[in-house]
Antibody, heavy 119, light 105 residues
């Protein structure tokens, strides 16, 4: 069974750093890409960026370029989304999702990680 | 950026109804269009990709059509499990989502 398992909710202060994982199982991890998607209150979905799971290539939405970093550790089948300086406006649910090629549909999704940034 | 506009934003329907949701792209995305279903507190679930291909395990009452800039998702006979929010997404250039259509009783 294909699964993408994300970590539990996080509560952080503005300016803090954070890295949230997404662990794939039930499939050949390096044969798929992983994207990250933000969902803010009000339900709008925003694609943030993607990485090929061998770790060779990343691509970011212009809206998120420079604010987040996407990485992967293929030895443990895990992708990461990282912030070096959180803002209150980063408060949202974050989903990882798998896709078979760079530009394709998102066929399996993680359960989401809720990030709350508040002083 | 390619903008995706869904209509309606909210749709009231009854079990057994035929339901159609429209998604328009600000420029052609060919058939690089997917539809997702999301229930409260859950991740989105893929329903349709390449505009009209049904994802594995998705009931045949769901269908998709369109190309270029105009697309539709149709539920032929609405079931109780179908009350949810539906999103379209283009993946022709980066990825952008529509704002969602909530299907309610």
């Amino acid at each position: 069974e294909v699964q993408l398992v994300q970590s539990g909710a996080e509560v952080k202060k503005p300016g803090e750093s954070l890295e949230i994982p997404c662990k794939g199982s039930g499939y050949r991890f390096t044969s798929y890409w992983i994207s990250w998607v933000r969902q803010m209150p009000g339900d709008v979905l925003e694609w943030m960026g993607t990485i090929d799971s061998s770790g060779s290539y990343t691509d970011y939405s212009p809206s998120f370029q420079g604010h987040v970093t996407i990485s992967v550790d293929k030895s443990i089948s895990t992708a990461y989304l990282q912030w070096s300086g959180l803002k209150a406006s980063d408060t949202a649910m974050y989903y990882c999702a798998r896709h078979p090629s760079r530009s394709s549909h998102l066929d399996y999704w993680g359960q989401g990680t809720l990030v709350t940034v508040s002083s | 950026d390619i903008q995706m506009t869904q209509s309606p934003s909210t749709l009231s329907a009854s079990v057994g109804d035929r339901v159609t949701i429209t998604c328009r792209a600000s420029q052609s995305v060919s058939t690089w269009l997917a539809w997702y279903q999301q229930k409260p507190g859950k991740a989105p679930k893929l329903l349709i990709y390449v505009a009209s291909t049904l994802a594995s395990g998705v009931p045949s009452r769901f269908s998709g059509s369109g190309s270029g800039t105009e697309f539709t998702l149709t539920i032929s006979s609405l079931q109780p499990d179908d009350f949810a929010t539906y999103f379209c997404q283009q993946y022709s250039s980066y990825r952008t989502f529509g704002q969602g259509t909530k299907v309610e009783i």
